[in-house]
């Protein structure tokens, strides 16, 4: 097949449109940058979401030959493979916004606590850069995308002047709050990308808790309406749909001069110019399209000379607990749906009385307590017949849930490669993940499963039967940082502390990629922040003519 | 929650009927009968309707033709009913359970999954009202449930 070349030597190309490639695309552009977006799908059409779509209706529509959105990638369409024994499930949405169109939307900023850990405990490297660098584009984004939440502001979970009021807990939240403020457990407001009032022309929430269906109205941030349109609007964003990168061109010089990629669809090949090119595809997208850049340069992959690009692969440990509050057995039903998703949260704490046995720590979400649109916890409950539907529906009020997400130490045997690998449908070789958590990991489960079992306790709850030390897979949290890591030493890091890489200055990271450490926290706002940061050093060099 | 006790109300007048017959993707009319009467003992009708007169039977029958474990397990469950007498049922299931064979825990989880997700058993039965559009969430107002030194 013919090779499609433009002659069009773009400013800048961005690959990606999420959170990370959305933000980089969306600043430059208003700074007067233009840029080319490549994304590897399109856009999802609103007025199809199947928001409000109850439970009954699925069936039929089913039947009737409709489908809602196809959000997430399809494994045949764009495989990976991981090591024999330990799977990681790898979660993507390719399309205009990427995996904002259905993101959890937990918005946490980052403390000096979590950037100067490594400092502390002596592991890996630690980030270049300190709450001080990331507190106003934290102020800007918060600003931009609007995040509810509470007005506490502690050394672990730094507070903001611009949050947009929360949603009341529901019942079960307010008990867990009281019953864990009892043995000094502090749960605080939860914080979320959700407009609880309009904000920026975007309309306010309306409760319907389907969040992960997509929103309908545009309530919540995703990148497509957030970023991508006001860039458009600009006049200087284009973005080609269904265009999946292979490849990073590389010059004599061993700059970045381009990007090659495959329609999704023909598979026809195009190779496009660019001054400079912004990476945020996604951790483990992006990884591989760094170390599938090989070049007598860089035979190890773009940048990567120091063998660093693919390896400290971080994701995070998670399990789910379930109680039933006793105050609500049996009581009135409420619409719990909220903002779908937890109202309250528990962030990291040291254990009272001191010393833990591992390294880092964790926090805790609550999503899904209350009225759920399933009775999934009645497969936990014992017997069948009038007893069992009689305990689903006494129950069915009184529902808690605790999900803790603990930090997953950097280490060099964590993964990603593209060496020996099968190529896709394009000829490209496709990833491969290695990972594996340790002892630290297993100690800190220990922990969280404590914290959750003291919080139930506390609140007389009955708790719902788990198995002790059982962890959601591996990938689960969809929360994958580190294989482009930046850090102050070019010898044990790829970027620098504005996303930029070490060898290759007008090449930039911004995604999850990114990340020196993985922290408790969901990583999307501090991604958002980061991005602004870069693109407004990227853009300052621009001017300055240094790239 | 006037219109749930409405809703409760009327249940309660009008006798639940079994569901209307639906194609078959899957098992043939002698198994679906077995899933069926299984069905109903796991999620029986009292007050409100049961596992049968929602039509969990037909669920469970789609979901086993894209599975093909789930079809072993299910057919060597329904070959264990087909050879014991209608009233021996609930016997049979109960020594199941305490054996805990896959065949009760699959249909457990099935009728469970289908049960609640039908308008009778989510609305009628529990008392589900969400997925709508509301003004402003109130949240917890019980005097009662609110924490004294209040963490926001």
């Given amino acids: 097949m013919q090779i499609k070349r433009s002659p069009e030597i773009h400013d800048v190309i961005v690959i990606g449109s999420g959170a990370a490639g959305g933000m980089a695309a969306w600043n430059l552009t208003q700074k007067g940058v233009n840029v080319l977006v490549l994304d590897a799908g399109e856009k999802f059409d609103r007025a199809k979401f199947w928001s409000h779509v109850k439970p009954w209706e699925w069936q039929p529509r089913f039947a009737r030959g409709q489908r809602p959105p196809q959000f997430y990638l399809d494994l045949k369409d764009q495989p990976y493979t991981w090591e024999e024994g330990h799977y990681f499930q790898l979660t993507r949405v390719w399309g205009r916004g990427g995996k904002t169109n259905v993101w959890g939307r937990v918005s946490l900023r980052y403390s000096d606590l979590n950037l100067t850990e490594p400092e502390r405990d002596g592991w890996e490297i630690p980030w270049p850069i300190r709450y001080k660098d990331i507190a106003p584009y934290y102020d800007r984004v918060e600003q931009l995308i609007g995040v509810n939440g509470g007005t506490d502001d502690t050394e672990w979970l730094p507070g903001s002047k611009h949050h947009l009021p929360p949603p009341a807990p529901r019942c079960g939240e307010r008990l867990l709050q009281k019953a864990a403020a009892g043995i000094g457990i502090k749960l605080v407001a939860g914080r979320r990308a959700v407009v609880t009032r309009e904000l920026n022309g975007h309309a306010p929430c309306h409760y319907c808790g389907a969040c992960g269906r997509g929103c309908d109205i545009s309530a919540f941030f995703n990148a497509s309406d957030y970023l991508i349109e006001p860039a458009l609007a600009t006049g200087r964003l284009r973005v080609v749909d269904n265009a999946v990168v292979a490849r990073i061109l590389v010059n004599d010089k061993g700059l970045a001069s381009g990007v090659q990629y495959f329609d999704r669809h023909t598979k026809e090949e195009h190779l496009v110019r660019a001054r400079r090119v912004v990476l945020g595809a996604s951790c483990v997208d992006s990884t591989r399209i760094l170390l599938n850049s090989k070049s007598t340069v860089y035979p190890n992959g773009i940048g990567n000379s120091n063998d660093v690009v693919g390896r400290y692969l971080a994701e995070q440990i998670r399990f789910h607990i379930y109680g039933f509050l006793p105050e609500l057995l049996g009581g009135l039903v409420y619409n719990d749906d909220g903002i779908s998703g937890e109202h309250v949260y528990m962030p990291r704490f040291n254990p009272a009385g001191g010393r833990k046995d591992y390294l880092r720590g964790f926090g805790m979400q609550f999503w899904g307590c209350g009225a759920q649109d399933n009775a999934d916890y009645g497969k936990s409950l014992p017997g069948f017949g009038i007893d069992l539907k009689q305990a689903i529906k006494r129950r069915y009020p009184s529902l808690v849930a605790l999900h803790p997400y603990g930090e997953v130490l950097p280490r060099r045997t964590n993964r990603i490669s593209v060496d020996k690998t099968p190529l896709d449908r394009y000829g490209v070789p496709i990833a491969r993940i290695e990972y594996e958590i340790g002892e630290n990991e297993k100690k800190m489960t220990h922990a969280m499963y404590d914290t959750c079992e003291e919080i139930l306790h506390a609140a007389n709850a009955e708790i719902l039967p788990f198995e002790r030390n059982h962890l959601d897979v591996s990938g689960g949290a969809i929360h994958e940082h580190g294989t482009c890591r930046m850090g102050a030493d070019p010898k044990r890091s790829a970027l620098n502390g504005f996303c930029q890489m070490h060898e290759v200055k007008n090449l930039f990271v911004v995604d999850g990629a990114a990340f020196t450490t993985a922290t408790e926290k969901n990583p999307t706002l501090t991604i958002l922040a980061l991005a602004w940061r870069a693109s407004d050093y990227m853009a300052e060099e621009m001017r300055a003519g240094r790239i | ?152």
């Avoid at chain 2, 039509?55 to 029958?61: E, K, L, Y």
């Avoid at chain 2, 057919?75 to 896959?102: C, H, P, W």
Wanted: with cysteine.
């Fill in chain 2, 1 to 152: 929650m006037k219109r749930r006790e409405a809703l409760c109300a009327i249940v309660a007048a009008v006798p639940a009927l079994n569901a209307q017959p639906r194609p078959l993707t899957f098992f043939g009319a002698a198994d679906l009968q077995v899933l069926t009467r299984v069905a109903d003992l796991i999620i029986p009708r009292t007050d409100t309707p049961g596992a049968a007169d929602t039509g969990v039977q037909f669920h469970i029958d789609r979901a086993a033709s894209s599975d093909a474990k789930l079809t072993a397990v299910l057919r060597a469950g329904i070959a264990a009913f087909q050879k014991v007498d209608d009233s021996e049922y609930a016997r049979l299931l109960t020594s199941m359970m305490n054996a805990s064979d896959e065949f009760f825990t699959v249909m457990k989880g099935l009728t469970i999954d289908a049960y609640y997700s039908t308008r009778e058993g989510l609305v009628t039965e529990l008392g589900w009202h969400g997925n709508t559009y509301v003004k402003e969430f109130e949240g917890c107002t019980h005097p009662e449930h609110q924490v004294a030194d209040d963490a926001d």
